[in-house]
């Protein structure tokens, strides 16, 4: 599932692809067709990303809302666009560039109070443009020491930290050495500063590089450009722990498998 990085990084590619432009928005598989001509032929203003939802906001004060979920993907299609391939909930044609999404959770048109419910129940996003790191920190930092429900799910908690989800979660929780299984309201402070900077720092290279990378350059030998596929992480579907070689186990948080090192992770603080 595409994390918060990755909303971010379609947000800006297709604010440079789009904005400023009148847009041909169909739905070739038919499920939207009714809201996509509410912003068929509009001009589009810019689009932004909170957490893992999608803005794709036009002067005329629609909103195309746009959340991928598990199998929502976009391919970028070349000028002529071809025919839709299977199903093509959104085709989105500017001017000589077209994408087509397929298999969102959610595509739909909305306006500002649409939004501002959705905005409503997300907690601080750690890539969104609003909001000082500071402020954000503190409002997850108030939400993590009143609950006493595992950090393991505290993290993938919309509600209280957006744009997080499975990978993120495995790979800042190992890299401050914190087990999934602590409360929330017995992580101390000193350790939770430490998973907040662990977070905003990868999110950022997620941003940067459009994908997840957990290793540094030089832990992989490589420019983080070039490291791909599970060498991007140090924990997340992997069966040794790179610290201290112990084998990682997969438990169940929340719901969603994690990986852990049971010697680096302990779960006294
Ligand atoms: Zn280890």
């Known amino acids: 599932m595409p994390e918060g990085h990755k909303t971010h990084f379609i947000a800006r590619e297709h604010s440079e692809k789009f904005a400023g432009q009148k847009l041909k928005v169909t739905s070739p598989q038919g499920r939207f067709t009714t809201d996509a001509r509410k912003v068929n032929g509009k001009v589009l203003e810019r689009v932004e990303a909170v957490g893992k939802h999608l803005f794709y906001v036009f002067e005329s004060g629609h909103m195309i809302n746009v959340h991928l979920g598990r199998y929502g993907k976009y391919r970028e299609l070349p000028s002529p666009p071809p025919a839709p391939v299977g199903q093509v909930r959104m085709r989105i044609r500017g001017d000589g560039q077209t994408v087509d999404l397929?298999?969102?959770?959610?595509?739909?048109?909305?306006?500002?109070?649409?939004?501002s419910q959705i905005e409503s129940k997300l907690g601080p996003d750690p890539l969104a443009s609003s909001g000082t790191n500071a402020a954000k920190k503190k409002q997850v930092w108030a939400s993590f020491s009143k609950s006493n429900k595992p950090i393991g799910a505290l993290l993938l908690d919309q509600s209280i930290v957006a744009g997080v989800g499975n990978i993120f979660r495995a790979e800042v929780l190992f890299e401050t050495e914190l087990n999934p299984e602590i409360a929330g309201n017995q992580l101390s402070?000193?350790?939770?500063?430490?998973?907040?900077?662990?977070?905003?720092?990868?999110?950022?290279?997620?941003?940067?590089?459009?994908?997840?990378?957990?290793?540094?350059?030089?832990?992989?030998?490589?420019?983080?450009?070039?490291?791909?596929?599970?060498?991007?992480?140090?924990?997340?579907?992997?069966?040794?722990?790179?610290?201290?070689?112990?084998?990682?186990?997969?438990?169940?948080?929340?719901?969603?498998?994690?990986?852990?090192?049971p010697s680096c992770q302990r779960l006294n603080d």
């Open 102 to 115: 397929t298999g969102p959770t959610t595509c739909r048109v909305i306006d500002c109070d649409g939004r």
């Open 189 to 261: 402070k000193e350790s939770f500063d430490a998973l907040w900077s662990s977070l905003t720092k990868m999110m950022k290279v997620g941003l940067k590089y459009g994908k997840i990378v957990s290793v540094t350059a030089k832990e992989a030998g490589m420019p983080v450009a070039k490291i791909e596929g599970k060498d991007r992480f140090r924990v997340y579907g992997k069966q040794r722990c790179p610290r201290c070689n112990a084998k990682i186990e997969t438990i169940e948080v929340a719901a969603r498998k994690l990986y852990v090192c």
